[in-house]
């Protein structure tokens, strides 16, 4: 019998996998043309394939769901993935949707935030993100260990645990420094929320995807990471270097190599199934746990490149790891000095960038210094004025007319000051202490809590319109030495009944995320 996904995962002594992606398609599959169910299925019949991966929804356009799919090839094979993103529902979408595969007897999960819908009827829609990637990962820990929730006669009951085997992602391709540290960072994250294994995005740069191996072993983490590869044309490396495709980077200068190439009699068929070879030799080497191939339009090529990369000798991955790094001018890495054969020894290579070390930007400014002081004065539950102003709003607390009045006024100013200083939407449930004071309701697309997700581009938020507020973020709080903080803070989820409701009552009366943090921080201690 074939081994399962978690068991070639976690094996250290598999023989390196091989998994395929499969896109869905629009519209009412008809047996006899259903391109993608087509494909799956000759690729689950042959052993050559160890699993197979059905996106959800990519690119923000609509598609048959990955169960839908699942569903076709069960018959065949349980080896079967199914990405699950935050951008087409919300938590009770997200857990109905958990619940649905693991009644149907799929375990394998890749988590995502998701992309920004691009499509839609009869225009592009709105995106949910509701949760991000850490929330999901955190909600099917809980679902794994058996999920609380109220029950009849509102007591409390534990639902049967479910098996679920969750990855993530993580986008190492950027350009700076203040892009690339918090991805990694929110790595950490995703793995202590309950990640067993990793799939990085897309990019042609071996020491960018090698770093996250060597990030991984100074932070002291083990986790299979599986190499990910996407066969290329001519069309879709335009696409990656246009930025448009969020998280996957094709730089100005490998596209020229890809056009010299693509204008061949055979279209650089020969080479992009080359280059996908010799990254899975690279992947192998490096000692990845499995490799991944997307970007198929039928099994053969598949199958081709598996056996391109048949005939490489035992050390031909180090030749292909230098020639495969198309960085962008100027990129940042991580570790100043590149090492292909240093895993073991992580603390003794050099760091490039340094969390302790004061960088003053623009961002840190006035405006920032003058917030971290009033939130050390009157926000802080350790700090000066703290348990005055909670008596304060325990009294008014109270149901009677004057105290309703006195939340009343206090909401108003508090609501007028915060839209006029952060642009705060009045969400009832603040994070401005955990995103260095930019408000995630006004200036993030997707309104990530735990964290940027990884569609920026050169600093821009993937919808064009704005800087990224990690960016920014992560200036402030290196300048202050606090990046460690966001590396252990607990998982921040939102509570949307608190919507229109005073921010400050919620954290003072311990009605908000911080309280439930503060909880989880107090049972961490003891």
């Keep these: 019998m074939k081994p399962s996904f978690r068991e070639l995962l976690q094996n250290p002594h598999s023989p390196f996998p091989i998994g395929a992606e499969i896109v869905t398609s629009r519209g009412i599959p008809l047996e006899s043309n259903c ?59 997200l857990e109905s949707q958990l619940w649905r595969y693991a009644a149907e007897g799929f375990e394998n999960v890749l988590a995502l935030s998701g992309d920004l819908p691009l499509g839609g009827y009869p225009k592009p829609a709105r995106g949910v993100f509701d949760m991000d990637s850490v929330a999901l990962l955190e909600m099917i820990r809980s679902m794994n260990r058996g999920l609380v929730v109220p029950g009849r006669g509102g007591k409390l009951e534990t639902l049967l645990p479910t098996n679920f085997f969750s990855g993530c992602a993580v986008t190492p391709f950027k350009k700076n420094e203040n892009e690339l540290v918090p991805q990694y960072y929110k790595l950490v994250r995703k793995i202590r929320s309950g990640a067993a294994w990793l799939l990085p995005q897309l990019g042609y740069d071996m020491r960018k995807f090698h770093e996250i191996k060597r990030f ?3 932070q002291n983490v083990s986790i299979p990471i599986i190499g990910n590869v996407y066969v290329l044309t001519k069309t879709v490396a335009k696409i990656f270097n246009s930025g448009k495709l969020a998280g996957c980077v094709v730089t100005d200068k490998f596209l020229a190599e890809i056009e010299k190439y693509a204008a061949g009699t055979d279209k650089g068929k020969q080479y992009f199934r080359e280059l996908a070879a010799k990254q899975l030799a690279v992947f192998h080497g ?37 020639e495969i790094q198309h960085p962008q001018p100027d990129e940042f890495y991580f570790f100043e000095h590149d090492c292909y054969n240093c ?24 405006f920032y210094r003058f917030s971290r002081c009033v939130h050390a004065l009157a926000f802080h539950r350790d700090h000066a004025f703290y348990p005055l102003i909670k008596r304060v709003f325990q009294f008014l607390d109270k149901e009677n007319s004057f105290c309703r009045f006195g939340r009343n006024a206090i909401h108003r100013i508090e609501e007028a000051s915060k839209h006029i200083l952060y642009g705060c939407q009045d969400c009832g449930d ?20 735990n964290g940027p997700c990884g569609g920026s581009f050169q600093k821009q938020c993937e919808a064009g319109d704005k800087e990224c507020i990690w960016t920014i973020a ?36 311990d009605r908000d995320h911080s309280a439930e943090n ?9």
């Design 216 to 218: 991984l072993n100074l």
């Design 518 to 526: 503060e909880r989880d921080n107090w049972d961490s201690h003891h």
């Design 430 to 449: 603040c994070a401005l202490p955990d995103t260095a004071y930019l408000c995630l309701c006004s200036r993030c697309s997707k309104n990530m809590r």
């Design 286 to 322: 490096l000692g990845f746990a499995a490799g991944y191939i997307g970007g198929l339009a039928a099994p053969e090529s598949f199958f081709e490149i598996l056996e391109i990369a048949k005939q490489f000798s035992q050390d031909d991955w180090k030749t292909f790891y230098k």
């Design 474 to 509: 992560y200036d402030r709080m290196k300048y202050f030495g606090e990046w460690s903080e966001f590396l252990d803070a607990p998982v921040s989820i939102y509570d949307a009944s608190l919507k229109s409701t005073s921010s400050w009552r919620n954290l003072y009366l």
């Design 35 to 93: 391109p993608p169910l087509r494909l799956a299925a000759e690729l689950v019949k042959d052993d050559r394939t160890a699993w197979i991966s059905i996106t959800d929804n990519p690119g923000g356009n609509p598609m048959l769901p990955p169960d839908w799919l699942a569903g076709q090839l069960a018959k065949f094979s349980q080896n079967i993935v199914l990405h699950l993103a935050c951008k087409d529902l919300n938590r009770i979408g």
């Design 343 to 366: 895993a073991s020894s992580e603390r003794d290579a050099v760091v490039h960038h340094d969390l302790d070390k004061r960088n003053r930007t623009r961002n840190v400014n006035f």
